[in-house]
């Protein structure tokens, strides 16, 4: 099982890594697969809009909901990110290379979101990267049972990580 994790402190940092070393790796000719996370800020809300782009050729799928200007609550859209895992999970069996997850979050902790393609990718021996808040590094080192190895937020590392054999 080769499985990695990244993490990042500023918002929005960690999207970018990971887009920028997946378009890499997509250049080099690396069959990878996955969501990638790209906000885009709004002039009416000081919240962003937040899309994930399915790899390695879309859609780009809107996962935030509009809630108002005003709301405090949880934006993700569940059935935006179900179609988003339906995607990803249909590419899974086209020769992936990697899987690339944004984020390991509350819906992935708590059993749902991307969970299963993980365990999916893992059983057809592709690697994983996963993107992993404060909130849920817990969550997921239970989930991977301590065997995922954590990989320095910057794509020439994680580049060093992935074309590095299993151990």
């Known amino acids: 099982m080769k499985i990695a994790y990244t993490m990042t402190e500023g918002k929005g940092d960690l999207d970018q890594v990971l887009f920028r070393f997946a378009k890499a790796e997509m250049a080099r000719?690396?069959?990878?697969?996955?969501v990638v996370q790209v906000n885009t800020d709004r002039e009416d809300c000081p919240?962003?809009?937040m899309d994930v782009e399915v790899l390695p050729d879309g859609p780009t799928i809107?996962?935030?909901?509009d809630l108002g200007?005003?709301?405090?609550?949880?934006?993700?859209?569940?059935?935006?990110?179900?179609?988003?895992?339906?995607?990803?999970?249909?590419?899974l069996g086209t020769n992936a290379a990697?899987?690339?997850?944004?984020?390991f979050?509350?819906?992935?902790?708590?059993?749902?979101?991307?969970?299963?393609t993980i365990g999916q990718a893992i059983a057809l021996g592709v690697?994983?990267?996963?993107?992993?808040?404060?909130?849920?590094?817990?969550?997921?080192?239970?989930?991977?049972?301590?065997?995922?190895?954590?990989?320095?937020?910057?794509p020439d590392s994680i580049a060093d990580w992935f074309s590095a054999p299993a151990a």
Not at 62 to 65: A, D, H, L, N
Not at 69 to 91: I, K, T, Y
Not at 98 to 103: D, P, R
Not at 139 to 154: L, R, Y
């Open 105 to 116: 979050g509350k819906h992935e902790a708590s059993g749902r979101g991307f969970r299963d």
């Open 62 to 65: 809107r996962i935030s909901q």
């Open 29 to 34: 000719g690396q069959n990878v697969v996955g």
């Open 98 to 103: 990697l899987l690339v997850i944004n984020k």
């Open 127 to 154: 690697p994983v990267l996963c993107g992993v808040n404060g909130l849920n590094k817990d969550a997921f080192e239970e989930f991977t049972d301590g065997h995922a190895t954590f990989v320095e937020p910057d």
């Open 47 to 49: 919240k962003c809009d």
């Open 69 to 91: 200007p005003n709301s405090q609550g949880c934006r993700l859209d569940p059935e935006a990110l179900e179609q988003a895992v339906a995607e990803v999970s249909n590419r």
